[in-house]
């Protein structure tokens, strides 16, 4: 609003008419509408550049009527700096276009994607998995358009009149339109009727304490009481020393902080400047922190040492590992235990993502509700467990796929646990034989897809996630160790006199081993441009660092379980981490769609600028909310199943 004469130069608007001398037939292919609103904003457009070009004082009100457009227009992305910094996307001011709405018609902040001019537009539904391959290069402008202007009618308008040398494919907007359907209002009623039962379990439970007494239809709600489930998570009260492993509580729990850690970049990848963050692979900080992998190889272990400890601490065990009902009731009792709290979520998820839709969620191509999407197609490979065997792209919750493999382990279980029933020989037998063909299948697994050392490469990190980090029988060798471990454990109640004897170099074996696991990673990292490893190294590469962190995994366990070391054993067995080692499923469950919710407070795209403003401004923040968000998911979905298990026991018998 400058007042003096001269603001802009002698026929800036006759030049600015020139340019927006847009063909009549655009208007013809878009919305009556959009049309409308569209011509509205560009003649206030030229008439605010006259007034600019003329005017020596009281601009500002004779501007007054074309005020939505400049504002409009000062929200539009500008040209970006930093273009050696792969900078892809141009952020405009979506507080400036949120200013702008309402005045003569309503707007929406968008980013349009375009590609270079001549090439084909992608496939929009999968680009979260692409955005690594630099061969697939996309750009974001983002744009304050009239929300009556659909995505079509954008990148018509886009690709009519401008002189770029792009081709726009599709707008990402803030404001979503959704179709209301019916499991849309039967998961509301759902929820509803939840919050109904747990406010009245606690309620009763509180007043009347006293349950035994009570008949079969008041225990039940109080099986849903947050005031006893809470008490049940959060207590620290010493378990009975002979039917606990000591240091499972703090693994489960650091290995599930470790995975938000390692899922927090994901998205910077499609931040506005990645070449930074793909650089950061040559830092061994960066591998101490994004090496999540080995977060997930853990779980396979701890998941392998609770069965065989279970099954060695029980009496009756060799009775009941011969009986095939014994290994059903196992199934379906893991199967009810694990399927109410993830399905539920799912359904927290594709219900929240209409909601989730700012700006930064926005230039991340819309991914919260394409994922929400894939929901409608694949819901059903949740129910059977077998999502680890689909594209994380075509995968409802992709994260989902560990609750898959590890219910996978559990059903092939009976095929290491009744030969180590029977005799030593047999069992370790038995076990060399599936780690070696699971061997075998990892080096035909790399050979034939082609496939990089890790998940963090700049090509092939969708093909590398599908079929080798979410292959459980790739990972069975870690669950046979974690078996075999647990019948050590509760088979003997001292340890050998010759890890008593060398413990302290043991310790020192151990961080040697998790040292070398981080520093062989950094070590397989090539130059952009360049091809990681050739398949046969980057398999054995795989083996090699996954075996050498699975044997330090289990010292630790093993050492911890037998107080080898003071120093260690009594932080990590320390019963201040059991109420954090119970809600580890809960907050596995809930921190993917919690990343997006922290991210979503922010009012433009992603941008890296180290790991620490990374952890500290999203990885800090997710845990933080994870912890009670998880506390209060355990206690309606997951705490509930085992009373009721109970209970129904209980009442049978």
Same mark, same amino acid.
């Given at each position: ?13 006759n ?7 847009i ?14 609103d ?15 070009e ?10 007054e ?9 000062d ?9 050696t ?11 400036a ?12 902040y968008c980013?349009?994607?375009?590609? *270079? ?15 690594t391959?630099?061969?697939?290069t996309?750009y ?39 179709d209301?359907?019916v ?12 919050v109904t ?8 439970d509180?007043?009347?304490v ?5 008949? @079969? ?10 005031y ?10 010493t ?5 606990r492993?000591?240091s499972?509580?703090?693994l489960?729990?650091?290995?599930v ?29 960066t591998?101490?922190?994004l090496?999540?992998n ?15 400890y279970?099954?060695?601490k029980?009496?009756?065990c ?5 009986s ?15 399927? *109410? ?24 191509f819309?991914?919260m ?12 490979l ?14 409802c ?18 095929l ?9 020989k ?14 075998l ?22 093909e590398?996630?599908t079929?080798?980090?979410q ?8 669950f046979?160790?974690? @078996?075999?471990l ?8 001292? *340890? ?5 004897n060398?413990?302290?170099k043991?310790?020192?074996?151990c961080f ?22 050739v ?7 795989h @083996? ?16 911890c ?9 009594s932080?990590i ?6 109420p ?5 499923y ?25 790991q ?13 909310l994870?912890? *009670?968000a998880?506390?209060?998911w ?13 209970l ?6």
């Amino acid at each position: 609003y400058a007042e003096p004469q001269g603001f802009l130069p002698p026929g800036f608007s006759n030049s600015l008419y020139n340019f927006l001398n847009i063909p009549p037939t655009i208007f013809t292919e878009i919305s009556p509408k959009c049309s409308q609103d569209f011509g509205l904003f560009l003649k206030s457009l030229i008439a605010s550049a006259n007034i600019l070009e003329t005017c020596n004082n009281g601009c500002q009100e004779r501007l007054e009527d074309h005020k939505f457009a400049l504002e409009q227009l000062d929200a539009f992305g500008k040209i970006p700096s930093g273009v050696t910094q792969w900078t892809t996307i141009s952020d405009g001011s979506y507080q400036a276009c949120d200013e702008a709405d309402g005045e003569k018609y309503s707007t929406n902040y968008c980013y349009l994607v375009l590609i *270079p001019r001549n090439s084909t537009c992608p496939n929009m539904s999968n680009l979260s998995q692409k955005m690594t391959d630099t061969s697939n290069t996309l750009y974001r402008l983002a744009v304050c358009i009239p929300e009556a202007c659909s995505s079509n009618d954008v990148a018509t308008v886009f690709n009519g009149i401008s002189s770029l040398p792009f081709t726009a494919c599709q707008t990402f907007c803030v404001k979503k339109h959704h179709d209301t359907s019916v499991w849309y209002w039967l998961f509301l009623i759902f929820t509803t009727l939840m919050v109904t039962v747990a406010i009245r379990g606690t309620v009763l439970d509180y007043y009347f304490v006293d349950t035994d007494d009570k008949d @079969i239809r008041f225990r039940i709600f109080c099986c849903f009481s947050l005031y006893s489930n809470f008490k049940t998570i959060l207590s620290t009260e010493t378990e009975k020393i002979d039917r606990r492993l000591k240091s499972i509580h703090f693994l489960k729990f650091w290995s599930v902080v470790w995975v938000i850690v390692g899922h927090s970049p994901v998205n910077f990848l499609m931040g506005d400047t990645a070449k930074h963050l793909v650089e950061s692979r040559k830092e061994l900080l960066t591998h101490f922190m994004l090496d999540a992998n080995y977060s997930v190889d853990t779980f396979f272990v701890i998941s392998g040492t609770l069965l065989g400890y279970g099954m060695w601490k029980n009496s009756n065990c060799f009775q009941f590992a011969r009986s095939r009902t014994f290994w059903i009731k196992l199934l379906a009792r893991r199967y009810i235990r694990l399927m *109410p709290p993830v399905t539920v979520f799912i359904g927290v998820f594709v219900f929240s993502a209409r909601f989730i839709g700012g700006p930064t969620i926005i230039s991340l191509f819309d991914n919260m509700d394409k994922q929400a999407e894939k929901c409608a197609d694949t819901w059903w490979l949740n129910l059977f467990m077998i999502q680890n065997f689909w594209r994380p792209s075509e995968n409802c919750y992709g994260i989902s796929w560990y609750v898959a493999a590890d219910f996978q382990c559990f059903a092939i279980a009976p095929l290491i646990v009744i030969p180590w029933m029977k005799s030593q020989k047999q069992g370790m037998r038995y076990s060399i034989t599936i780690i070696v063909v699971s061997i075998l299948a990892t080096f035909y697994t790399f050979i034939h897809h082609d496939l990089p050392p890790f998940n963090y490469v700049l090509k092939g990190m969708e093909e590398y996630l599908t079929y080798a980090h979410q292959s459980s029988f790739l990972r069975i060798p870690n669950f046979i160790f974690g @078996i075999i471990l647990g019948k050590v454990l509760a088979t003997y109640s001292a *340890p050998t006199p010759f890890a008593y004897n060398n413990s302290g170099k043991f310790w020192m074996l151990c961080f040697a081993s998790i040292f070398f696991c981080f520093y062989g990673k950094l070590q397989a990292v090539a130059n952009i441009g360049e091809p990681e490893m050739v398949p046969m190294v980057s398999a054995a590469h795989h @083996i090699f660092h996954r075996t050498l962190w699975t044997f330090a995994i289990l010292w630790v366990i093993y050492a911890c379980q037998f107080d080898l070391s003071r120093c260690f054993s009594s932080f990590i067995n320390h019963r201040f981490w059991q109420p954090f080692g119970r809600l580890t499923y809960c907050i596995y469950i809930i921190h993917w769609w919690m990343l997006y919710v922290v991210l979503n407070q922010s009012d433009r795209s992603l941008h890296f600028v180290s790991q620490g403003q990374m952890l500290l401004t999203v990885t800090i923040p997710t845990v933080v909310l994870c912890i *009670p968000a998880a506390l209060l998911w355990s206690s309606v979905f997951e705490v509930p199943i085992g009373r009721l298990e109970k209970l129904m026991y209980k009442f049978l018998h």
